[in-house]
């Protein structure tokens, strides 16, 4: 498709004069600002003479317009336009609205579509195709305009920064999304195992919250941390929307069975085998139990086995599926 090569040069009679005496002069160019609705549904009667200063006034409006949308690509908001329900304008934020209802003069939509928002809607999603402080992960590294690293990271100025998220997460929507700044600090320290030797397994404040922390006194917002955690649908087991669970495997159970023998004088000898993951070892410091209540040292046979994961499977210090680096962030809206 060819590239537009025609455009609105100029606004027509913008420098028309505005203020016509009685008689006009000639050879000058005049717009009647009073024209009103009524002039422009009647048009020019059949052989009719035209008052070119009601033709100015109108061809002025006309290429205003044009030229409006050829600059923003969309109109901006006036209070004198009667707009259709899904109609979409441009605020004097810079912000992209939508109507969702009928708005225009003589309704309670108020000058700009920040002040009802019973009339107008944030459409900001609709221009970017991204969803207001929802989770993406991106594998650019490079960080995108509108997007914060879900890294537990505190924005100190979020409120002023981006107001159409803060705006939004005070909503009831929105409010599905936060927790308090106790509660996100409790998360991503929750421990949810202790081994057999007193260990606590947890979050040790790396990942755990998938949610916001904002603060409504002073403006700052606490970002989600989803650092180290997979996305899980949920429904197949008690993980709800919004919760988290740490690693884990199935419990492994299993025993141990020992051979002996009386073969060597009055001495009940053992020995271990083993295999798989279980490895037999000799320790010659391992005291040997003979019948007769005597004691001695059984150098010469296995016997103890050893417990090794990474005989069998590959091992890591975390229980981790294949994966790759993805830019976790979320999406707070242009900054201002």
Known sequence: MDARN????AQVAKNARTIIPTPPSPNVAYRNTALDAEDVEN????MAVWDSAKNNQLDYEMSGLIMEA?????MRYSPLTDYAQAAVCLGTDGVLYQAAQPSGPGTAAGPQPTDNAAYWGKAVQAATGYELCEFYFFRHPTLRPGFQPAQGGLLVNAAMLYPEAWA????????LLC???????AMTTATWATLADGTEVGWNGIGGAPFYAPDRNTGALRLPDLRGMYAEA????SLDVGGVHGDGIPRLLGSLAFSGNSSLSSAFRWSARGNGAFLSRNDPNLTAIFASG???TSPDTDNYLEFDS???IATFNKTQPRAFGALACVYLGLPR
């Open 43 to 46: 048009g020019q009667s059949y």
């Open 234 to 237: 949920a429904g197949f087991d």
């Open 6 to 9: 025609l455009t609105m040069r």
């Open 70 to 74: 050829e600059r923003y690509g969309i």
């Open 294 to 296: 005597a004691s001695g």
């Open 168 to 175: 939004y997460l005070q909503t009831a929507e929105g409010r």
């Open 310 to 312: 990474s005989r069998q």
């Open 179 to 185: 927790k308090t700044e106790a509660e996100w600090q």
